[in-house]
């Protein structure tokens, strides 16, 4: 299984980032898949979800902000950030929803003030 997470980085509060997960091993057309953000000194949380068919669901802090999308024909998600504050700042891994108990190479968005 690979669930790898990239595209994070150095951003001003305001700025946007636009994260990828490339997965294999999973049956992805047919799974619900969800983000996930460590935060500094916090645990692994929730951020979104999105079923096979696109449906989403999303924290109410990033409700409106962020955008999550799937191509289950490359079996990967996007998840596009706007506006992004310094509580967005985190490692942001993808996993199905509910999670595995596998985590794979997350990404770090730090977002500066």
């Known amino acids: 299984v690979q669930l790898q997470a990239s595209g994070g980085g150095l951003v001003q509060a305001g700025g946007s980032l636009r994260l990828s997960c490339a997965t294999s091993?999973?049956?992805?057309?047919?799974?619900?898949m969800g983000w996930y953000r460590k935060a500094p000194g916090k645990q692994r949380e929730w951020v979104m979800s999105i079923t096979n068919a696109g449906t989403t669901t999303y924290e109410e802090f990033v409700k409106g902000r962020f955008t999550a999308s799937r191509d289950n024909v490359k079996n990967t998600m996007f998840l596009q950030m706007n506006s992004l504050n310094p509580d967005d700042t985190g490692v942001y891994y993808c996993?199905?929803?509910?999670?595995?108990?596998?985590w794979g190479r997350g990404t770090l968005v730090t977002v500066s003030s």
């Open positions: 091993g999973i049956d992805f057309s047919l799974t619900s």
């Open positions: 996993n199905t929803f509910p999670h595995r108990d596998f």
